[in-house]
């Protein structure tokens, strides 16, 4: 083993730890619970260490990243989950490659998911990203929880995207469970009626155990699994 792959490899023990440590304080079955390890800013070498050690589900959350590293790693069967904010120029191109897309938050990224999808013939799962920050608030990302049943219906038009649930970002500055009570109010009233749609992606490396107390089936851990990022340029 490299020092690069013993590093994640303490890592990854101490995540899964975290997790096991969450479900067993929630009273969940560690096996509904899935880490997609988010690998943006770090190379293909890092995702391969990470399929060695068992990690089946990577996030990414930049197109021409997410494009590169999902081809150069094909061979690992991995699933890929697009987690970041969507031009919808690029949808159709993200739907290509992604398995999941976690990040859609409005109806007119919906055509070019579905035409991505057609063209590969392969079906794609979609959570409907849900703003949990306060109406008005600037750089808020995700649908507002009002707009949802509209883009559900949306997404169940296209033939080729299969609603899964939700996903949610705890804001910045405050108590990530708080945020996150307010999530599991939405989610529940958002699967009554969408048995199909019971994910529920919430979680990062800083509030895992909060996202995972409410219920989320998905956590998305970046810098606990990998290390701190490079800084963006
Ligand atoms: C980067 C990112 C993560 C992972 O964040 P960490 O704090 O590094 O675990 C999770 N979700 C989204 C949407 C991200 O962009």
Same mark, same amino acid.
């Given at each position: 083993?490299? %020092?690069?792959?013993?590093?994640?490899?303490?890592r990854l023990?101490d995540v899964r730890r975290r997790i096991?440590s969450a479900?067993?304080d929630a009273?969940?079955?560690?096996?509904?619970v899935?880490l997609v390890a988010v690998?943006k800013f770090?190379?293909?070498?890092?995702?391969?260490?990470?399929?060695? =050690?068992?990690? @089946? *589900?990577?996030g990414?959350n930049? *197109?021409?990243?997410? %494009?590169?590293?999902?081809?150069?790693?094909?061979?690992? !069967?991995?699933?890929?989950?697009?987690i970041? !904010?969507?031009?919808?120029?690029?949808?159709?191109?993200?739907?290509?490659?992604?398995?999941?897309?976690?990040?859609?938050?409005?109806?007119?990224? +919906? @055509?070019?998911?579905?035409? /991505?999808? *057609?063209?590969?013939?392969?079906?794609?799962? +979609?959570?409907?990203?849900?703003?949990l920050d306060?109406?008005?608030?600037? /750089?808020?990302s /995700?649908?507002?929880?009002?707009?949802?049943?509209?883009?559900?219906?949306?997404?169940?038009?296209?033939?080729? =995207?299969?609603?899964?649930?939700?996903m949610a970002v705890a804001p910045l500055g405050e108590d990530p469970a708080t945020a996150f009570a307010?999530l599991?109010? =939405?989610?529940?009233?958002?699967?009554? /009626?969408?048995?199909?749609?019971?994910?529920l992606s919430a979680g990062m490396s800083g509030d895992l155990e909060q996202a995972i107390e409410v219920?989320a089936?998905h956590v998305r851990v970046g810098s606990a699994v990998l290390g701190s990022r490079?800084?963006?340029?």
């Amino acid at each position: 083993m490299t %020092e690069r792959s013993d590093e994640i490899a303490s890592r990854l023990t101490d995540v899964r730890r975290r997790i096991a440590s969450a479900c067993a304080d929630a009273g969940r079955d560690p096996d509904e619970v899935t880490l997609v390890a988010v690998t943006k800013f770090f190379p293909a070498s890092d995702v391969r260490v990470l399929a060695d =050690l068992g990690v @089946t *589900h990577v996030g990414e959350n930049r *197109h021409q990243e997410a %494009e590169a590293k999902a081809a150069e790693c094909a061979d690992l !069967g991995l699933t890929w989950h697009f987690i970041g !904010g969507l031009q919808s120029n690029k949808a159709a191109a993200v739907a290509s490659y992604a398995d999941v897309v976690e990040s859609v938050d409005r109806a007119k990224l +919906v @055509t070019g998911l579905q035409r /991505g999808a *057609h063209d590969r013939s392969h079906a794609v799962d +979609v959570l409907l990203q849900v703003s949990l920050d306060p109406p008005d608030s600037d /750089g808020r990302s /995700g649908a507002d929880p009002a707009a949802l049943d509209a883009l559900a219906a949306a997404v169940d038009d296209a033939g080729m =995207l299969r609603l899964r649930g939700l996903m949610a970002v705890a804001p910045l500055g405050e108590d990530p469970a708080t945020a996150f009570a307010r999530l599991a109010d =939405l989610r529940r009233d958002f699967v009554a /009626g969408r048995p199909g749609a019971t994910r529920l992606s919430a979680g990062m490396s800083g509030d895992l155990e909060q996202a995972i107390e409410v219920g989320a089936t998905h956590v998305r851990v970046g810098s606990a699994v990998l290390g701190s990022r490079p800084q963006v340029k």
